[in-house]
């Protein structure tokens, strides 16, 4: 069965740098989650989006901007990067229509930046 | 503000034993909880969840409680095989906030051969 897929697996950037993160969900699913996850912490919430429209926000600096496109692939933009950043990114689908919460995660995009 | 708590970083159980993994959480508008497993350099894997409706979902090997009353849930894995060895998540969502899932930090699960 198709599963999330994120673009890039691994990505090096410098401070101060761009980076752009993708995610393709599962066919049909019509939610995508953002999640970041610290060395040896839980993920947190960033963002999310329902049918292209941001659903919900959650502690998602402004220098991070999000959005999903129509054919559901969201992409994830970090400007003025900070050694802070440096996480495993993941992104998450799911299927609101059918009411459940499962949400199903790639395999993440570790940035690290330097 | 940890709304999700999962008090055991670590778990070691002997291969064939049944394993237990708590987890607790404060905020009670959250009605629907899952358990994700976790391999290093993979994304969590969704394995088992329940509604704040019922008080026990089982899955095969895997079985969720949930206590409402107490705030608490705890998955148990009975029998335990090295391949369960991973670190486990708890999650909650609750339907006012669009499914967002807070997690707690994680339980590191080794299961002995």
């Known amino acids: 069965a198709a599963g999330v897929i994120q673009s890039p697996r691994h990505l090096i950037k410098e401070k101060r740098e761009t980076a752009t993160l993708k995610c393709y969900p599962i066919?049909?699913?019509?939610?995508v989650y953002w999640y970041q996850q610290g060395p040896g912490q839980d993920p947190q919430f960033l963002i999310s989006f329902y049918e292209k429209m941001q659903s919900d926000k959650g502690s998602i600096p402004d220098r991070f901007s999000a959005q999903q496109f129509s054919d559901y692939h969201s992409e994830l933009n970090m400007s003025s990067l900070e050694l802070g950043d440096s996480a495993l990114y993941f992104c998450?689908?799911?299927?609101?229509?059918?009411?459940?919460?499962?949400?199903?995660f790639g395999q993440g995009t570790r940035l690290t930046v330097v | 503000d940890q709304q999700v708590k999962q008090n055991s970083p670590s778990l070691s159980v002997q291969e064939g034993r049944i394993s237990i993994l708590n987890c607790d959480y404060t905020n009670s508008m959250f009605d629907y909880f899952l358990w994700y497993k976790k391999y290093p350099a993979e994304g969590p894997t969704f394995l088992i969840s329940?509604?704040?409706?019922?008080d026990k979902n089982e899955d095969g090997r895997f079985t969720v409680f949930l206590n409402k009353s107490a705030k608490h849930l705890s998955l148990h894995i009975v029998p335990s095989q090295p391949g369960d060895s991973a670190v486990y998540f708890c999650a909650a969502s609750a339907r006012t906030s669009g499914s967002r899932l807070t997690f707690g930090e994680g339980t590191q699960l080794t299961v002995n051969p």
């Open positions: 329940i509604s704040s409706i019922k």
């Open positions: 998450a689908s799911s299927d609101r229509v059918k009411m459940v919460a499962e949400a199903f």
């Open positions: 066919p049909r699913h019509d939610t």
